[in-house]
């Protein structure tokens, strides 16, 4: 079992930047997937990116070029950089392990993260 908790959301004007940090409570060298999703006010939650143990990573289309997905074995840390943020980047951002991509194990409480216009 493994768990997380995200940091780094907060309030940010349109076209800032943030950057969300997951702190896993054990070694996530084994954990195969490390993904990050995002739940918007009255949205369905939805993968934003992913991260395999070899440094694969996925992103669902809309994001590609604005997020980047990294992770820090040796600090049992993955990250979200989220650069010109607009509006309807607005969510509640969670991290998540194991399982696979868009049906991982383990989640975080998450982290609010709202872009003023």
């Known amino acids: 079992q493994v768990q997380l908790v995200e940091s780094g959301g907060g309030l940010v004007q349109a076209g800032g930047s943030l950057r969300l940090s997951c702190a896993a409570s054990?070694?996530?060298?084994?954990?195969?997937?490390m993904s990050w999703h995002r739940q918007a006010p009255g949205k369905q939650r939805e993968l934003v990116a992913g991260?395999?143990?070899?440094?694969?990573?996925t992103y669902i289309d809309s994001l590609r070029g604005r997020f980047t997905i990294s992770r820090d074995n040796a600090k049992n840390t993955v990250y979200l950089q989220m650069n010109s943020l607009n509006p309807e980047d607005t969510a509640v951002y969670y991290c998540?392990?194991?399982?696979?991509?868009?049906?991982?194990?383990?989640w975080g409480q998450g982290t609010q993260v709202t872009v003023s216009s």
């Open positions: 998540a392990a194991g399982g696979k991509i868009r049906t991982p194990v383990y």
């Open positions: 054990r070694s996530i060298f084994s954990v195969n997937v």
């Open positions: 991260i395999t143990t070899g440094g694969d990573t």
